[in-house]
Structures are given as C-alpha cells and as structure tokens.
C-alpha cells in the first residue's frame, strides 16, 4: 500500500478489523468467513457503511494477492456489498442552530479577551511584560474564523487543517483544495462570499507568518479542536453536531436556495453524483412544479 493514498491507515485498520483472521493463510480466506464476521459486526452495532468499508479494504488487499498470482482466484469475488442509504438524513444547522452558535463564539471571544485583560493587570501590577492585547484584535483565537470558513465553503475538516496561505488567492476571492489531501483525490477550487473573505483577511492580518492558515503549536499543521469545539456546542446548547456537518449545512443551503446539484457537487468536490443527490430533498418544490407540468396544455 505503499503508493496508496492512505495506505497506512487502510494496513492499520485491517489488522484491526481482522484480527482474528490475521494467522491464516490467504487461502484459507473464504466468503463464508467474511460473511460471518460480517453478521457479528451488524450485531455488535456497527453500521452497514462501515461494514462495507471494512470488506472494501480486505477486499483491495485480496485484489492484489490475485494480480501477483499468490492467489489463483478471488476469495470474495461474489460477496456482495450490504445496502447502504446513501440518502440518509441529513445534519445541518437550522437558522435557530446558526445564531446560538454565533453567540457562543462572541461570548467565548468575550471571555477569552477579558481573561487575558485580567492576566495583563496582574503582569502590570508586578512590572511583567505584558501579553499581547486581543482587544485590537479582530479574532481572540482561532475557533471563530475556522467555524466561518468551514460554514461557508464546505471544506472538509482535514483540509481546513492543511489549508495554506498559498492556497487562498484573496485578490481572486477564491480557495484552493489540493487534490493530494482531498478524500477523491481532486483538486477544486471554491469561491469566497463576503463573509469568509472578510473573516481571512483580518485574520490575516494577526495570525503569525506560517505557512498553515491555522497553524497548530510551533506553527506546524493543526491536529485537533476537541476541546474547544465540544466547549463551543454545550454552551450553545448544540446536540448530534459533528465539525463535518458544517459541509452538509454549507450544501443544504446551497440546495435550499436553487443551486443546481452539479454545482454543489463540483464545490464539494464529490467525484460521484450520487453523494450529492442526498441533498435534493431540499431544492425549493423542484419536484412539485414538475408533477404539475402534467396539467398544462
């Protein structure tokens, strides 16, 4: 899996997956067997998508076995995907959603704005070097501006992580993904609106000089916002809500609003049509000014 673009994590799910299989030979691999540990899975409460994805990729590794003639045939040729509700409801942030979760940010700005005043009164008092003052800053920290973009450009969390300042053209009002941290493998290009163009360039103007737009420590790439971001929903009373759905709210909208589908799918950045068509419950009575096209003359 070495040329595989995540071919680490794939190797280290399948030993995990297949743990019990992991001392047999590969002939020994059969259907039957993976259909059994398929049913204990299900049972165990796993969820059939990731059922499929555990099978896809011993299904990718028994692949290869067959093309370097280590086996004569494939064990799981026949095995057939489960069904899968690719058009599963939907999480996105419903408008009530939307301004309790602004609130929380500029109340978590507030505080983290008027702690550091605090700290710099203390330093003061005992003629210490005083931090940076965060009031003639537009941003107190990185939370609000990430929650900005990823609400308005539907960017994966991962490539909010890998996102650089050479990817942002601000002239242009344009992002770009780079295909190589992309899920499909795609590089696409997404338009700022007013909002995330404003948002990047203050925070431009205070974020240190790096490379990533929001570095972690030392500048390097952020890992995580676990902490804050659960933080940031309990105080906004926000339940069932993942960073991952800022994408489905980003799209829902897009689709609330008449956008064609193939739009949508093009700033997602979806290599199949099929992934974006859960969203066209949502365009505004597409279906029903069709069925009524029957009764005109």
């Not at 794939?10 to 993976?34: F, H, T």
């Not at 242009?172 to 780079?178: A, L």
């Not at 590089?187 to 737009?213: D, F, G, M």
């Not at 916002?225 to 906004?236: F, G």
Request: proline fraction near 3%; hydrophobic fraction near 40%; charge should be positive.
């Amino acid at each position: 899996m070495t040329h595989h673009k995540d071919g680490a994590n794939g190797c280290s799910a399948i030993r995990a997956s297949y743990v019990d299989l992991v001392r047999l030979q590969l002939n020994e691999l059969n259907a039957k067997r993976i259909e059994k540990l398929r049913s204990d899975w299900l049972a165990a409460g796993l969820k059939p998508s990731t059922v499929n994805r555990n099978v896809t990729r011993l299904r990718g590794l028994l692949s290869r076995a067959v093309e370097w003639g280590v086996l004569s045939e494939h064990p799981l040729a026949k095995l057939k995907q489960l069904n899968v509700d690719k058009r599963g409801r939907v999480r996105y942030l419903l408008p009530d959603e939307d301004q309790r979760l602004r609130s929380a940010l500029d109340a978590r700005e507030e505080k983290i704005r008027a702690d550091r005043d605090n700290g710099n009164e203390w330093r003061e008092a005992r003629k210490k070097p005083l931090m940076p003052d965060l009031r003639k800053c537009e941003y107190a920290d990185h939370l609000k501006p990430m929650v900005l973009v990823s609400i308005n450009t539907g960017v994966r969390r991962g490539e909010l992580f890998n996102l650089r300042w050479s990817d942002v053209d601000l002239m242009q009002k344009t992002i770009t993904i780079e295909g190589d941290g992309t899920k499909s493998g795609q590089t696409r290009y997404i338009p700022l609106n007013r909002e995330v163009l404003a948002t990047l360039k203050a925070w431009k103007k205070q974020s240190r000089k790096t490379n990533y737009v929001f570095p972690g420590k030392g500048g390097n790439r952020l890992d995580n916002v676990n902490s804050a971001w659960a933080a940031l929903l309990k105080n906004a009373g926000i339940e069932a809500f993942r960073w991952h759905d800022f994408r489905h709210t980003f799209a829902s909208r897009l689709a609330m609003a008449g956008i064609p589908l193939n739009t949508i799918r093009e700033l997602l950045g979806h290599s199949d049509i099929q992934m974006t068509l859960r969203y066209a419950h949502l365009a505004p009575d597409v279906k029903a000014k069709a069925v009524e096209l029957l009764l005109q003359k």
